[in-house]
């Protein structure tokens, strides 16, 4: 009812670079993060990159007495990285690992390897009922020529339809973590306009923080100065989003980012910039929900553009299967070409000097690890190739239903 006191939720999100014997200052930084942390009343946090299980453990002892409730989401081959905090009891979690991550073959970006994944975690404050989903999306690593585009668009895609499918109980909805995309972006604007998530940022009554909301700024000791070479301010890639599901009304009150050095440190707690808002709960007298009906225009073109940046990611998935089937046909032609000579000189039809034994066997050891590479190869892009055209499809029917939805009222 309108009247009812209203409830202020304080959130912290943060992606801590703690990856263990890679991150600089590591065991430094985490310990930095938890004195913060213990210092402020948040009520949530909500940590990406927290890769070391340790690190983790260690900061649920430090906050075990003002965050008495954790969860950690583990995922992929080093796990997630994504963590909650939370002063309130957490009733359920559940986890989504994106079908699409990168590639194994690229070691030196490693995000295959690591399960990017949703987290999500139900809590209920005043009986209010929260859900609360923080993730990590594909690093871009390239502007100009980004190959993950397609795979970071999938999970921009997943990530909104994990949303819509599973917060329809919920009162109020919150996402935080590090998207890897500018606010500009198709992927941003995807996630946004499917889910009707608002951006903390852009609605922020007051802000304080970093220039235009940057969180990976050139001044931080930690980034790569040249990869920010275009943008002299920074950019800005971790989110708190947030809206209503029920009667409920949300306002961000504040928003602020660090910046820089942890106070009296020479070190910044990250090389991202930790987001922190102040938001304004209060039910209203009626239930706001948006449906397709109700859609943004302009959601059409989103959704038509995404689905064109998919479709080029599934032709270079293609082109990418024939090339790795076909190499593993040749190395199949050659072993058999090896095969019916060993035969033959075993029949003894060989007529002069026979070939090396030694060459034969090292020949013939090129030709299975070729095999076995380009099969791998093969049946990953095959996969990838079936997830990008699932994704496709799904939105080929998103937007039937859109352009459908104005000629239903």
């Known amino acids: 009812m309108e009247g009812d006191p209203a409830l202020r939720l304080r959130v912290f999100d943060l992606n801590c670079w ?18 913060m942390l213990r210092q402020e009343d948040f009520d949530l946090v909500l940590l990406q990159e927290v890769w070391s299980e340790r690190d983790y453990s260690d900061l649920k002892v430090k906050l075990g007495g003002c965050y008495p409730f954790s969860h950690y989401f583990r995922s992929g081959v080093i796990g997630s990285g994504l963590c909650v905090f939370s002063r309130f009891p957490i009733l359920d979690t559940l986890l989504y690992q994106y079908s699409l991550n990168g590639y194994p073959y690229m070691l030196q970006h490693g995000d295959w390897f690591c399960g990017k994944s949703v987290g999500l975690v139900i809590i209920t404050i005043s009986g209010i009922i929260f859900n609360i989903y923080v993730t ?22 997943e990530l909104a339809q994990f949303i819509r499918h599973t917060s329809k109980a919920a009162d109020v909805v919150l996402l935080g973590g590090d998207l890897n995309m500018h606010p500009e972006d198709v992927g941003i604007r995807l996630l946004r306009g499917w889910t009707g998530l608002r951006d903390a940022f852009a609605e922020a009554t007051h802000f304080e923080g970093c220039e235009d909301g940057c969180t990976l700024v050139p001044n931080n000791c930690f980034t790569d100065k040249s990869e920010l070479l275009p943008f002299p301010l920074g ?6 989003l947030y809206k209503a599901i029920s009667s409920f009304m949300v306002k961000c009150e504040e928003l602020k980012t660090t910046t820089g050095a942890a106070p009296g440190m020479d070190v910044p707690f990250s090389d991202h910039e930790a987001v922190m808002a102040t938001l304004h709960i209060q039910r209203q007298g009626q239930a706001a929900g948006a449906t397709l009906a109700t859609a943004e225009p302009m959601l059409v073109d989103v959704v038509t553009e995404a689905r064109t940046e ?19 046909l040749l190395a199949l032609l050659l072993l058999l070409l090896q095969a019916v000579a060993a035969l033959g000189a075993l029949a003894g039809l060989d007529a002069g000097q026979p070939f090396p034994k030694l060459s034969f066997c090292l020949l013939a050891c090129l030709a299975i690890g070729i095999l076995l590479l380009a099969t791998g190869l093969h049946l990953f892009h095959t996969m990838e190739v079936k997830m990008l055209h699932s994704t496709e499809e799904q939105m080929r029917m998103v937007l039937r239903t859109l352009q459908e939805c104005p000629s239903d009222g």
């Open 18 to 35: 703690a990856i263990r014997y890679l991150s600089k200052r590591r065991q430094e930084r985490i310990r930095l993060i938890g004195d």
């Open 136 to 157: 990590h999306l594909h690093a871009e690593y390239c502007r100009e020529k980004d190959a993950y585009l397609p795979h970071r668009l999938v999970q921009a895609w």
């Open 235 to 240: 950019i800005r890639i971790d989110y708190i």
């Open 310 to 328: 998919v479709a080029v990611g599934l032709r270079a998935a293609q082109r990418q299967r024939y090339s790795s089937g076909r190499m593993a």
